[in-house]
């Protein structure tokens, strides 16, 4: 089986306004100096703990943690009074209908919760569309090779069977580290040269290309 493992944030959403808007609130909450919005893109796809704890090396455990939870909370609410905007980026659905018909099994590996994954795929009427949803939820921080591991498990993929597609040099790493294959994405929050660096097999401009490299 082919499986074709996807990130989630600003690999097939792009949701940069929303993360930099509940960071900003969740710093403020827990006591913290606005972060950087540079480097709190630049911590995307890490999980939640990991790139608090990059942004805020300095504040105690107690104060990371409370950030944690003031992030949750912010994300939720702006879920729940409509003003989350998450879109996929342009030519995404075609990209993952193209990819079903030419054979692949689809997952996602991202550092988002489980609600907010599912909540995501569903907004936009592709959650049917994957087999393996791998979060952080249930999993350690990328780069560890423990949610490509799982995702493969339940696919019944082999490593050599594996592409993860990723715009972060985690999810390189993180396939480098389970055998897989790593494509990266320019559209994302890491550079293509850094992607390449880390190791990935080449770095797609578009969508379409990345259907055009793998639909054969």
Not at 41 to 50: E, N, T, Y
Not at 97 to 121: F, M, P, Q
Not at 172 to 180: K, Y
């Amino acid at each position: 089986m082919r499986l074709a493992v996807f990130d989630c944030d600003g690999t097939l959403s792009d949701g940069q306004a929303a993360v930099c808007q509940a960071m900003v609130t969740a710093f403020g909450d827990a006591g913290l100096p606005t972060p950087d919005l540079h480097q709190v893109r630049r911590s995307v796809g890490l999980s939640l703990p990991q790139a608090i704890a990059r942004l805020a090396p300095d504040a105690p455990p107690e104060i990371q943690a409370n950030a944690v939870e003031a992030y949750k909370t912010a994300f939720r609410g702006a879920r729940l009074d409509g003003s989350l905007h998450e879109p996929l980026f342009e030519g995404i659905p075609a990209l993952l209908a193209r990819l079903r018909v030419a054979g692949w099994l689809l997952g996602v590996a991202t550092g988002k919760s489980d609600r907010g994954l599912r909540s995501c795929l569903q907004t936009h009427g592709v959650f049917d569309l994957f087999l393996t949803l791998q979060t952080a939820d249930r999993h350690p921080s990328k780069p560890h090779p423990a949610m490509l591991e799982a995702a493969m498990a339940e696919a019944l993929a082999a490593p050599a069977d594996t592409v993860m597609i990723g715009d972060t040099v985690y999810d390189i790493d993180m396939a480098r580290s389970a055998g897989c294959r790593a494509i990266g994405v320019s559209w994302g929050y890491h550079a293509p040269e850094e992607l390449i660096a880390a190791g990935a097999e080449t770095v797609v401009q578009t969508p379409e290309d990345l259907g055009d490299l793998l639909d054969v």
